[in-house]
């Protein structure tokens, strides 16, 4: 028997139609996970955007105030992609409301605001997954249990890079993402606490760490109505307030040393996302970009060793609900199917799959520690 679960999504921008799309899948993929999501409700503010999101996947209601959903008891799990401001008070009162919470990154402005949204979740006894979605590429899995294994050898030094273009042209629009009040932090929050998370995920605990950040584009238009994505605009120039570009070396508890550098106005650059981690008897690489590819290196040649392609397939992370075999290519929103997946499972077994909020403070902790250290020009101890 196959129960189901109220979902509801908050916010539906791009990354709202994501997660609904990732719900409507996860039934295709996981055919015997027991849960089925029913989409129950959509909240959106920006006028008509709810009642489409509901004529073209079928919410049963919609609504202009978050608050309707906390209070409706046909909602049991909530997706939460509103702006980075609103994370905190949503996540807190959904939670509170008895609702499970998949919430996305960076999870509030500060380590402060995640935080909170993680003791509510504690206090409430709710389940939570947040949307680190890169750390489920079953290439990214695989290098995980191969450093763990010490197939490279002992971790020495790690570089993990995000540069992307979608804040490069001049003309962008001056949307929330580019003020502090809103969008808190600028790259740091949106591609480089990816870049802590996966630091995390593949070596464990950063303890101290050094930063520098710059505004290369420091005035951008106005948008005269609602946007959606990065769009551009003409209107009356505004200042941008947060990081355009953010490069950091890191300690590990582990005694590794690494470099995490990101950049939304990388002019040439589409989506380069990836690390290279070296031991002392090998390295593994890794290209979001060729998802399924991992570049791995190891014996002990030491000197002029060879680095072969090896393609993830079948029994590594999740790839088997989505190809047959070895070298089949997966996508971005399969990592989204992925995390919908292992939240409707913590959810149905009442135990945390995937990333969770108790990931989330702790990629926030090494975002706070990055504000810091650039302002004061100096180390800077991680605090959880």
């Known amino acids: 028997m196959v129960d189901t679960l109220g979902v509801a999504v908050v916010g539906f921008g791009w990354m709202g139609r994501v997660h609904t799309q990732a719900y409507a899948r996860v039934p295709h993929h996981y055919p015997r996970l027991g849960l089925r999501p029913e989409l129950v409700s959509v909240a959106e503010d920006v006028p008509g955007r709810a009642e489409e999101a509901a004529a073209q996947f079928g919410f049963a209601s919609t609504t202009r105030d978050w608050r309707e959903i906390a209070a409706d008891p046909r909602v049991q799990a909530v997706s939460i992609t509103a702006p980075n401001f609103l994370h905190r008070e949503i996540g807190v009162a959904m939670a509170e409301a008895g ?15 995640a935080r909170a949204v993680a003791d509510a979740v504690a206090r409430a006894g709710v389940r939570s997954t947040v949307g680190f979605n890169y750390r489920n590429a079953p290439a990214v899995e695989a290098a995980r249990e191969l450093i763990a294994a010490g197939e490279i050898g002992a971790v020495t030094h790690v570089r993990i890079r995000l540069f992307s273009d979608y804040a490069a042209h001049p003309q962008g629009a001056l949307t929330w993402r580019f003020e502090r009040a809103r969008g808190g932090s600028g790259v740091l929050g949106d591609l480089a606490s990816h870049g802590a998370d996966l630091a995390r995920f593949l070596l464990g605990d950063i303890v101290s760490l050094t930063a520098d950040t710059a505004i290369f584009v420091p005035q951008r238009a106005r948008p005269t109505g609602a946007t959606a994505g990065h769009t551009l605009a003409t209107g009356e120039l505004g200042p941008v307030e947060n990081e355009d570009y953010v490069n950091c070396l890191l300690r590990f508890a582990s005694g590794a040393r690494g470099v995490l550098e990101a950049s939304r106005v990388s002019v040439g650059e589409q989506n380069n996302y990836g690390f290279e981690v070296h031991g002392t008897e090998g390295a593994v690489f ?3 970009r060729r998802m399924g590819e991992l570049g791995v290196s190891r014996g002990t040649r030491y000197q002029d060793q060879p680095v072969s392609t090896v393609y993830v397939g079948p029994g590594d992370g999740e790839f088997g609900a989505f190809q047959p075999g070895a070298a089949n290519a997966m996508g971005y929103d399969d990592l989204k199917v992925v995390e919908a997946y292992r939240f409707l499972r913590s959810v149905a077994e009442g135990t945390s799959y995937g990333a969770t909020l108790e990931d989330a403070v702790r990629s926030a902790a090494v975002l706070d520690a990055m504000s ?3 302002a004061n020009g100096s180390w800077t101890e991680v605090t959880v």
């Open 286 to 288: 890794w290209d979001f």
């Open 99 to 113: 609702k499970h919470i998949w919430i996305e990154k960076p999870v509030g402005l500060t380590a402060e605001d």
């Open 372 to 374: 810091r250290s650039a």
